[in-house]
């Protein structure tokens, strides 16, 4: 595809929601970036919250974290191109491990994976012997090792179901494990909040949770939406399971990044309020063009926000920056992330 047929392509979705100007300047790097991918025998995923521009152009599959570590698992390209953040990069590589995996930035983190260590696992297991330990994706390897399985935000309920155990330990997103113990009538205790929980058998708890949050979601409130109905007393709210559970309970929806979509995609409400990552919106709206879609862009995420078109063809160039992790925590994180795989 020449630079004209990449703009007019991008232009199609994004025509209204991008200026012609950034387009066309944006068109010429996705071309090169394709050219580059080809070259290199490579493919590129782009998770639900990049920017329009480059979610239109250059990814092979776009999706939220679990379609896209199915993505990495299957692939035989040689090189994956991670359009996502750090935790999501380096879960394609556990589960690829012959693969190149590069992420265009170093700065592309995550709250929820930079607030638990491994260390603070084997505390909590020490602690809470026997107790299964169920680790939310957005964690980094070494986390995942310490886990005996792995979930998402789209089957962190069916994930915790399936354990058969009494209690769980659930890390690190506070506010994804209060709303997953509602979901699954469970009562939850979180020792780093509330230390002086005695330890012992015999407590009233089933779910044992971390004091991790998600920076982006956890900035949406209860009166974000009061607002917006007093103002569009029609409108369908869907807010994303890392938001507090008075927001989740507040909202007509609650799902992660794909199911968010697909229940747009399904409603014929006359407005839509996304609270999630802002750049989603944009990509939504180019979807349904027939729809009203409303968004609190006030907050975005500034790790997803570090991927550039710019920095994805640096990264093909110069091969940047590419993700390791030690064989033996690899082999401990790929099977919990595994087992959440096999489950569905
Ligand atoms: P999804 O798994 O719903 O795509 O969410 C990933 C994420 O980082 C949400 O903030
Ligand atoms: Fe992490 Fe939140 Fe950004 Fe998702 S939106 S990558 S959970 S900081």
């Known amino acids: 595809m020449n630079v004209e047929e990449m703009f007019q392509k991008m232009n199609a979705k994004l025509a209204g929601i991008l200026p012609e100007g950034e387009l066309r300047y944006k068109a010429e790097l996705a071309v090169e970036i394709n050219r580059l991918k080809k070259e290199k025998n490579a493919v590129i995923l782009g998770h639900n919250y990049m920017e329009p521009a480059l979610f239109h152009s250059i ?26 953040v750090k935790f999501m990069a380096e879960t394609a590589k556990l589960l690829n491990p012959s693969k190149t995996v590069l992420l265009p930035s170093q700065e592309a983190g995550c709250s929820l994976a930079a607030s ?17 330990v169920v680790t939310y994706v957005n964690t980094y390897a070494d986390v995942k090792a310490e886990s005996d399985i792995c979930c998402t935000s789209s089957n962190a309920a069916a994930v915790v179901n399936s354990l058969n155990s009494d209690t769980v330990i659930f890390l690190p997103d506070e506010y ?4 997953v113990a509602r979901e699954t009538g469970k009562h939850i205790i979180f020792p780093t ?11 009233d708890y089933q779910m044992i949770g971390w004091h991790g949050r998600c920076e982006v979601h956890e900035k949406f409130t209860v009166e974000d939406i009061d607002l917006i109905r007093e103002q569009f007393p029609e409108v369908f709210v869907l807010a994303h399971p890392e938001c507090s559970p008075e927001v989740v309970a507040a909202a007509d929806f609650s799902g992660g990044t794909n199911a968010m979509i697909h229940q747009v995609a ?16 944009d990509n939504i709206i180019s979807a349904n063009p027939d729809k009203e879609i409303l968004r609190l862009c006030m907050v975005r995420c500034p790790h997803m926000n570090q991927i550039t078109l710019e920095d994805t063809l640096a990264s093909l160039r110069f091969n940047q920056y590419q993700i390791e992790v030690p064989e033996e925590i690899r082999r ?13």
């Not at 776009?62 to 991670?82: E, M, N, P, W, Y």
């Not at 638990?116 to 299964?132: S, W, Y």
């Open 59 to 84: 990814p092979d599959f776009t999706g939220d974290s679990l379609d896209l570590s199915r993505k990495a698992a299957q692939t035989d390209k040689d090189l994956i191109v991670f359009c996502g």
């Open 116 to 132: 638990i260590t491994a260390e603070d696992v084997r505390a909590l297991k020490q602690r809470f012997p026997g107790v299964p």
């Open 176 to 179: 994804l494990a209060r709303n």
């Open 193 to 203: 909040l509330t230390p002086n929980i005695p330890d012992g058998s015999g407590l």
């Open 266 to 281: 399904d409603s014929s409400a006359p407005h839509h309020l996304l609270l999630t990552e802002c750049a989603m919106g």
């Open 332 to 344: 401990r994180a790929a099977r919990a992330v595994e087992r959440m795989i096999a489950i569905g």
